[in-house]
């Protein structure tokens, strides 16, 4: 990252394997199937202007499920 605390597209050219972008529409459980299936662990949050608005992981999808088990 840089200085003031940005995420460039360098950033993502420096990853070892291509990132695996999501549409912020799309369901947990789509991803949480997508992660099982290839193996991936880390996606890319994008809206519909191509602008990334977050990052997820198969552990943050886990521990989030897993506190609504808590919870009940």
Known sequence: MTQEGEFTVEHLRQLPTTPYFIP????VFSTL???????????IIFDEY???QGLVTLGKIIEEMTNEFNHV
Do not use: A
């Not at 912020?24 to 369901?27: A, I, K, N, R, S």
């Not at 199937?33 to 991936?40: C, I, R």
């Open 24 to 27: 912020e529409d799309t369901d």
């Open 33 to 43: 199937q997508y992660f099982q299936e290839n193996h991936e662990r880390l996606g």
């Open 50 to 52: 191509g602008k990334v």
